[in-house]
C-alpha cells in the first residue's frame, strides 16, 4: 500500500467508511461488458447496413471483422479493466464454421460454442440479446409487432432459440444468463393504431417465454424505447408497456437503459422506484448526449447517481449491470476500457459514502448538515483508492494503459485490411 491511499483510507475512516469493505464489495461486482463495441453493431449473420433504429457514424481504423478479431480485441480490452466482468453478446454474434449458415430463427447452442470457450477461459458468465434489426424479415420496419403473422413467427422462433441458448450459456458457465428482448418496432409519422402492435408485440414476447427455462439460470428481461433512428413517432415498446408487461409476467425482469428515455428523465431515480415492486432489474448503462446517441460512459454526474442509488437501495444482487454504446469515430479498445473502467469508479465512489449518515439527516430533516456533507464528499481523495484497487486487480490505475492501446493500434489494429 502507497502512502496516499494509506492516507486517502484515513480520510474516509473518519465519515465512517470502511474502505477495506468498500474494495471487497466491488471486486465481486459483475459487469456485462458489450461485444457490439468492437464491429459497430454488425455481428457474422449478414453483410448488409445497420438498421432498426440505431446508427453508428465513424470509420476509424481497426474495426474487427472476423470472430477471432473481436475476441483478440475484447481480450484486450479486459486485461486493463478491473474487477469481476461478463460478457453480453447479440444473436448476430453466431458463428458459424465449414460453409453452414442458418437464420436466425434456426441458430442452436453449438453456434456459440467459441463464446461458451472464450468465457470459461476469462472465468467469466455470458448474458444474451435476441437480434431483432439488420434483416429482411423486418416488414416495413417491424418484427414482433409486425401485422404478417409470418413475419412475426419467424421472430418468435428468433426469440424461442435465444432462450434455449441461454440456458446453454448458463449450464456451461455456471452463471445465470440475463436475456434481453429489445426490439425497435415503430413508425416515423404518426401512427393511426397505436394499440394494435402493442398486443401483437405483447403476445409474440409471451410466445416466447413459453419456451421451457429454468428461472433460476435464465433471466429475461424487456427493455424500453422512446425513439430511433426512422421510428421518431412511435415505438410499440415503450416504458409503460415494458414495465408493465414485466409486472404481470412472473420472472421477467424490465431492463431499463438511461438513453431510453426524455431527456429530462433520469434511471437513478426510476431505480429505487422499480425496486420497490421488482425482485430483480436489468440495466444497459450509456451515455445518451441527444437521445439514445448511445456515447461511450463517462463519469459523468446521471453514471454517478446510478450507481448510488444501487448501492443505497442495497440492491448490488438485485440489479443486473451491463453496458451498451458503440462508437465508431474512436479507438474502439479504448471505448470499452474508458466506459467500464468509469462504471467501477462510479460503483466505488457509490460505495465510499456514508449511507447511513446521510439517510440519517435525512431522515431528522438535518438538510442543511445533509446538503454540506454531501458538497464535502465531492472532494474526498476518491482517486487514491481508485488507484490502489487497480492494483489489487493487477491492472494499471494510472493513465499510462493508453499506451497499451497505443501499442496495439499500432501493431494489430491498423494491419487488418
Known amino acids: 500500500m502507497n502512502e496516499r491511499y494509506i492516507t486517502a483510507k484515513q480520510e474516509y475512516e473518519k465519515i465512517g467508511v470502511d474502505v477495506e469493505k468498500a474494495l471487497n464489495i466491488l471486486k465481486d461486482i459483475p459487469v456485462s461488458m458489450h461485444c457490439w463495441q468492437g464491429d459497430d453493431v454488425i ?3 449478414h453483410d448488409g447496413p445497420l ?24 481480450e484486450k480490452a479486459m486485461s486493463m479493466i478491473p474487477g469481476a466482468k461478463k460478457i453480453n453478446l447479440h444473436a448476430s454474434y453466431a458463428i458459424f464454421e465449414d460453409g453452414e449458415f442458418v437464420d436466425r430463427d434456426k441458430i442452436e447452442p453449438r ?17 444474451f440479446n435476441p437480434t431483432f434489426f439488420p434483416h ?28 434455449r441458448i441461454s440456458q446453454y450459456f448458463a449450464e456451461e458457465t455456471g452463471v445465470p444468463c440475463v436475456m434481453n428482448i429489445w426490439t425497435g418496432d415503430g413508425f416515423k409519422d404518426v401512427p ?19 419456451e421451457p427455462f429454468d428461472k433460476n439460470k435464465v433471466k429475461p428481461c424487456v427493455e424500453s424505447k422512446v425513439f430511433g433512428i426512422g421510428v421518431e413517432s412511435y415505438t410499440a415498446g415503450s416504458a409503460e408497456f415494458t414495465l408493465s408487461f414485466a409486472a404481470s409476467h412472473e420472472g421477467c425482469l424490465p431492463l431499463m437503459d438511461n438513453g431510453h428515455y426524455h431527456p429530462t428523465e433520469l434511471v437513478s431515480d426510476k431505480i429505487p422506484a422499480l425496486l420497490c415492486f421488482y425482485p430483480e432489474i436489468a440495466l444497459h448503462i450509456t451515455r445518451g448526449v441527444r437521445w439514445d446517441s448511445d456515447h461511450v460512459l463517462l463519469l459523468d454526474d446521471e453514471t454517478k447517481e446510478i450507481a448510488k442509488e444501487i448501492v443505497r437501495c442495497k440492491a448490488l444482487d438485485r440489479v443486473y449491470m451491463a453496458l451498451d454504446y458503440f462508437d465508431a469515430s474512436i479507438n474502439r479498445v479504448s471505448a470499452w476500457v474508458v466506459g467500464m473502467r468509469s462504471w467501477q469508479k462510479a460503483l466505488l465512489n457509490a460505495l465510499l459514502m456514508p449511507h447511513e449518515k446521510l439517510t440519517d439527516l435525512q431522515d431528522n430533516a ?12 465531492k472532494t474526498m481523495p476518491f482517486g487514491d483508492i481508485w488507484k490502489e484497487y487497480c492494483r489489487r486487480c493487477g491492472v494499471d ?13 499500432e501493431e494489430v489494429l491498423l494491419k487488418r485490411k
Not at 432498426?52 to 475484447?74: F, N, R, V
Not at 414482433?144 to 413475419?151: G, K, M, R, T, V
Open 111 to 127: 453456434h456459440f460454442k467459441k463464446w461458451v470457450d472464450f468465457a470459461k477461459k476469462h472465468h467469466v458468465g455470458i448474458d
Open 43 to 45: 455481428g457474422f449473420d
Open 192 to 210: 393511426a393504431d397505436r394499440m394494435g402492435p402493442r398486443i401483437r408485440y405483447k403476445e409474440s414476447i409471451e410466445q416466447i417465454l413459453a
Open 51 to 74: 438498421t432498426g433504429g440505431i446508427q453508428t457514424t465513424g470509420d476509424y481504423p481497426g474495426k474487427a471483422k472476423t470472430p477471432q478479431e473481436l475476441m483478440d480485441d475484447m
Open 397 to 409: 490505475g494510472e493513465m499510462s494503459w493508453f499506451s497499451e492501446i497505443e501499442k496495439y493500434e
Open 366 to 377: 438535518r438538510f442543511t448538515e445533509l446538503m454540506a456533507l454531501q458538497e464535502e464528499l
Open 136 to 163: 429482411p424479415k423486418m416488414k416495413d420496419g417491424l418484427t414482433l409487432s409486425s401485422p404478417d403473422e409470418q413475419i412475426r413467427k419467424f421472430w418468435i422462433d428468433h426469440g424461442r432459440a435465444c432462450i
